[in-house]
T-cell receptor, first 114, second 110 residues
Framework: DSGVTQTPKHLITATGQRVTLRCSPR?????VYWYQQSLDQGLQFLIQ???????AKGNILERFSAQQFPDLHSELNLSSLELGDSALYFC?????????????FGNGTRLTVT | GESVGLHLPTLSVQEGDNSIINCAYS??????FIWYKQESGKGPQFIID?????DKRQGQRVTVLLNKTVKHLSLQIAATQPGDSAVYFC?????????FGAGTRLFVKA
């Protein structure tokens, strides 16, 4: 058990809809990262938050946004969903400063857009 | 930019044998390397890490070897068990700069 909790585990929705994915990091970790994993793209970094502030952005679409709350949990919002957004979405957390420490991943949310 | 190559996309080993998963990286400035294991339906799980000032690190049944001269890493799993069946990722870098390759799928034959 990594200590990172993601909900929901599965999500099925229609094109054009909006969903929110939730992540609770490991106790004490200040950094939260969001990744997308699809069969043809592998693990793609989307965005990082550190102690409530956006720290780094990767291949995140404008239709996607995230935030980290004062209790350090994070939410990833996906809107105007398209079929191609179907994927596994992982949250990871790491220790303070994220220097020379591994990422600890949750078990993901499987999003299916129909 | 950084790229990560894997010598074999799949590896099949007999239960009880030792497994060796290889990984090549391109950025000679990489100074931190992590191996992750991803089982079906789960997130990547940290196995072992190594810093560039080391060439070998051992964990429980696993050993990572780092050869900076040829930019190559390997993960050795001793006495491979069915529970070791998974995709293994070699990941140079740290934080959001962690680079994940395609992974190597390990099959363990009973």
């Amino acid at each position: 058990d990594s200590g990172v909790t993601q909900t929901p585990k599965h999500l099925i929705t229609a094109t054009g809809q909006r969903v929110t994915l939730r992540c609770s990091p490991r106790s004490g970790d200040l950094s939260v990262y969001w990744y997308q994993q699809s069969l043809d793209q592998g693990l793609q970094f989307l965005i990082q938050y550190y102690n409530g502030e956006e720290r780094a952005k990767g291949n995140i679409l404008e239709r996607f946004s995230a935030q980290q709350f004062p209790d350090l949990h994070s939410e990833l919002n996906l809107s105007s969903l398209e079929l191609g957004d179907s994927a596994l979405y992982f949250c990871a957390s790491s220790g303070q400063g994220a220097g020379n420490s591994p990422l600890h991943f949750g078990n993901g949310t499987r999003l299916t857009v129909t | 930019g950084e790229s990560v190559g894997l010598h074999l996309p799949t590896l099949s080993v007999q239960e009880g044998d030792n497994s060796i998963i290889n990984c090549a990286y391109s950025n000679s400035a990489s100074d931190y390397f992590i191996w992750y294991k991803q089982e079906s339906g789960k997130g990547p799980q940290f196995i072992i890490d190594i810093r560039s000032n080391m060439d070998k690190r051992q964990g429980q049944r696993v050993t990572v070897l780092l050869n900076k001269t040829v930019k190559h890493l390997s993960l050795q799993i001793a006495a491979t068990q069915p529970g070791d069946s998974a995709v293994y990722f070699c990941a140079p870098g740290e934080g959001f700069k962690t680079i994940f390759g395609a992974g190597t799928r390990l099959f363990v034959k009973a």
